[in-house]
């Protein structure tokens, strides 16, 4: 009986028994009840599973039973979770097996630090779980966020989940790019590394005077110039607006400038100083190619010469489409051939029309405030069409005109101490675009192609 009696002994020591009295009593005739643990293979007592209490009675002395834990330290688990289309933080987490106390308490606690109603489809969720016998529950989750902030909520002791927000340090470097095209803005800017969303926000710029479906050659080029927010680790934080673009087309040069206002909004303009912004976009749509023009041609459905009153983009379907100005939304239904429809009163008696939608952008309605550049909808083939296509059309006091062909002034031009301000900003950006463009030992590349390099 040693082998059961030295733990007995030792818990009773600790409630203030003498052993000695317990030996005396003769304890070998009543032997006590461990629930009922495995035969040990060696001559030294093993615990049972951690899964069960010891209880210790002894009946000679009427005493209670005393509760023994024998729960080892819990294994800490890590894994990293991937979040699907329709998840919620509370179901990933109720998903991996945590209780739906647990799995509250930590939505709750990161609330005052990050909603976690932001996680994305594809984001991953790293997870570290105290698993034992007895206990199944999240030691910490952290969510990162971006390349320079993670969210982190950790166990505490009697106090439940406790959220922090945790930033890396870093620094903001210029990047500068510039390349050839041989076959498209697109192709040449993201095979040189301009990131994507860079290269939206210059399309947009250029959207007033360049139509890029027809007005761009094989050996025209483009130049761009931004700051780029990184860690110390190297990774990409965020890319600031541009502050600098140039295309060169055919050997005529558009060049853009940014120059921040007293208000703190940023405008674009030219090397005068004359606003780009113009009051209507020419294509509002991006990525899409010119597939008929304004005026007489032989429609494709009805078989005869028709004149055609807009302009029509083919795109794959769903891609968006912008509001070509600021205005107010006036029409937006399903219309005979026009399927799915949208037009768009601005001032100065101007209307824009948008046609053949697949669906409308949520949040708009008859009555509603659009901003230029906004998406009201999304390319589809509704209505009389033979495949996935923007018809769109310019008025003018209610009589369409050609998008192609229609000029607009300078949304805002310059002057006096404000312009003054301009040119010596300018004339920073284009000192700082000699720098930082300048090939060097680490990124020495032809400037006819590209080059990437930072201060």
């Known amino acids: 009986m040693s082998r059961v009696l030295l733990p007995a002994a030792r818990a009773y020591v600790a409630s203030g028994c003498v052993l000695g009295c317990v030996i005396a009593a003769g304890l070998s005739a009543t032997p006590y009840q461990f629930g009922a643990p495995s035969p040990p293979s ?48 509370i179901k990933i987490l109720q998903r991996e097996g945590l209780s739906p106390t647990d799995a509250h308490a930590i939505s709750t606690a990161l609330k005052t630090v990050f909603d976690p109603r932001d996680i994305r489809v594809g984001q ?14 999240a030691d910490s989750v952290r969510i990162p966020v971006n390349p320079a902030v993670e969210v982190l909520a950790y166990k505490t002791e009697g106090e439940g989940y406790t959220a922090h927000l945790l930033e890396a340090e870093t620094v903001s470097e210029p990047r500068a790019f510039q390349g050839r095209i041989t076959t498209s803005l697109y192709d040449a800017a993201v095979s040189q590394g301009v990131p994507p969303a ?52 055919r050997g005529e040069e558009f060049k853009v400038y940014a120059f921040a206002h007293d208000d703190g909004e940023t405008g674009y303009y030219t090397a005068e100083g004359k606003g780009i912004r113009k009051a209507l976009m020419r294509t509002p749509i991006n990525g899409a190619r010119l597939s ?9 459905i009805l078989g005869y010469t028709k004149m055609h009153k807009g302009v029509d983009f083919a795109a794959p379907r769903g891609t968006p489409i912008y509001a070509a100005g600021n205005g107010v939304i006036e029409k937006r239904q399903r219309w005979g051939s026009f399927g799915n429809y949208i037009r768009i009163r601005h001032g100065d008696g101007f209307s824009t029309a948008y046609a053949h939608m697949n669906s409308f952008a949520k949040g708009y ?5 659009v901003k230029q550049g906004a998406v009201i909808g999304y390319v589809g083939t509704t209505g009389r069409s033979t495949g996935p296509h923007l018809h769109y059309e310019v008025l003018k006091n209610g009589k369409q005109v050609n998008p192609m062909k229609v000029r607009f002034p300078a949304s805002k031009t310059l002057a006096g101490a404000e312009l003054d301000a301009f040119f010596a900003e300018r004339d920073r950006l284009v000192a700082k675009w000699d720098l930082v463009a300048a090939p060097t030992d680490v990124a020495s590349i032809n400037p006819a192609d590209v080059s990437t390099v930072t201060e």
């Not at 010891?54 to 005393?66: N, Q, R, S």
């Not at 309605?365 to 405030?369: C, K, L, T």
């Open 292 to 300: 008929s023009s304004f005026g007489s041609r032989r429609h494709p």
């Open 365 to 369: 309605g008859v009555g509603s405030r």
């Open 198 to 249: 860079v290269l939206v926000e210059m399309t947009r710029l250029f959207a007033y005077d360049v139509d890029f479906q027809r007005d761009i050659r094989n050996g025209d080029t483009f130049e761009v110039l931004f700051d780029q927010r990184i860690t110390t680790a190297g990774d990409v934080v965020s890319n600031n607006e541009i502050a600098y673009a140039a295309m060169t087309l």
């Open 124 to 137: 991953t969720i790293e997870l570290r779980r105290a698993r034992s016998a007895t206990t199944h529950t």
């Open 42 to 89: 060696t001559g030294l007592f093993e615990p049972p599973p951690a899964e069960e209490q010891l209880e210790v009675g002894l009946a000679p002395f009427a005493l209670d039973p005393i509760a023994v834990s024998t729960e080892r330290t819990p294994h800490i688990e890590a894994s990293t979770l991937t979040v699907r289309r329709g998840d919620t933080l």
